[in-house]
């Protein structure tokens, strides 16, 4: 009896989101769903329908998913970067780097709705071609709202550091170099981490939904609005599916990193 409950206080963060998605498949499939919701099937299609549509127009649809993801790799790598090197400064100079981190926060708390046009007509002022134009403006997009959640979330693991620790490192009279490299960068690195974990499903939101307003037609949220719009239901819901598989795919990609590089540390 102690195994097993070992076994559910391990695994019931895992099995009951599969059995209420199994649930909500099965309603949805036997439109169950679309009786209690008064959806018509037209709107509100089967899965297999769904996929169906998903399966005959998996081809047609790579090159949006493509841009998507670049939007959503490079908007990341880009702000993530940024937002690192932005806690380091307030780390290193809580002075300036605050600033900063309260400005990006400002920037974060901007919905993306009104932050995308601003950012598109600003990328006009550049020239280029409308696809050039929009996919720099999603980019800059995307940067924008991570930057936040990783340059915060970094700051702490920069300045939390263990007691002993840090007065070790007093003691011998390290400089500020060594005192950063061997001690307040592999502090970080699990910290790191915890921002990708908020970070990804923040890009892909921001991708999906800054395709919305943008010129190009190329993306998986542009391809969204657009079947909506024309009366195509089931491409619509076929492009949303595509929109939570990369979600999906992305996360669980950072948390199979996360757990090989954190493999043998101890927090």
Do not use: H
């Amino acid at each position: 009896m102690k195994k097993v409950k070992i076994i559910w206080n391990k695994t019931s963060f895992l099995i009951l989101p599969l059995i209420l998605a199994v649930i909500i498949a099965i309603l949805w499939e036997t439109k169950a769903l679309n009786v209690i919701m008064g959806a018509p099937q037209q709107i509100l299609p089967t899965p297999s329908n769904i996929f169906r549509v998903l399966g005959e127009n998996l081809t047609k649809m790579s090159s949006d998913i493509e841009t998507t993801l670049s939007e959503i790799f490079l908007g990341l790598l880009i702000g993530s970067i940024l937002g690192y090197l932005l806690a380091v400064l307030t780390a290193l100079s809580p002075v300036v780097g605050k600033g900063g981190i309260a400005l990006i926060t400002m920037f974060n708390a901007i919905p993306i709705i009104a932050l995308t046009p601003v950012v598109l007509n600003l990328t006009k002022l550049g020239g280029g071609t409308v696809d050039q134009r929009s996919f720099t403006a999603k980019v800059i997009v995307v940067t924008l709202v991570t930057m936040s959640s990783m340059s915060i979330t970094s700051y702490r693991g920069l300045i939390e550091l263990k007691p002993f620790a840090k007065d070790l490192l007093d003691s011998y009279a390290a400089p500020k170099s060594v005192e950063f490299f061997k001690l307040r960068l592999p502090n970080s690195i699990p910290y790191i981490f915890t921002a990708l974990q908020i970070g990804v499903p923040t890009a892909v939101i921001s991708a999906l939904v800054s395709e919305y307003f943008t010129e190009s037609t190329l993306g998986v949220g542009y391809k969204i609005k657009s079947n909506f719009t024309n009366a195509q239901f089931t491409s619509g819901w076929a492009y949303i599916f595509v929109g939570c598989f990369i979600g999906i795919i992305l996360y669980i990609l950072v948390m199979i990193i996360k757990t090989i590089v954190l493999r043998n540390r101890r927090r």
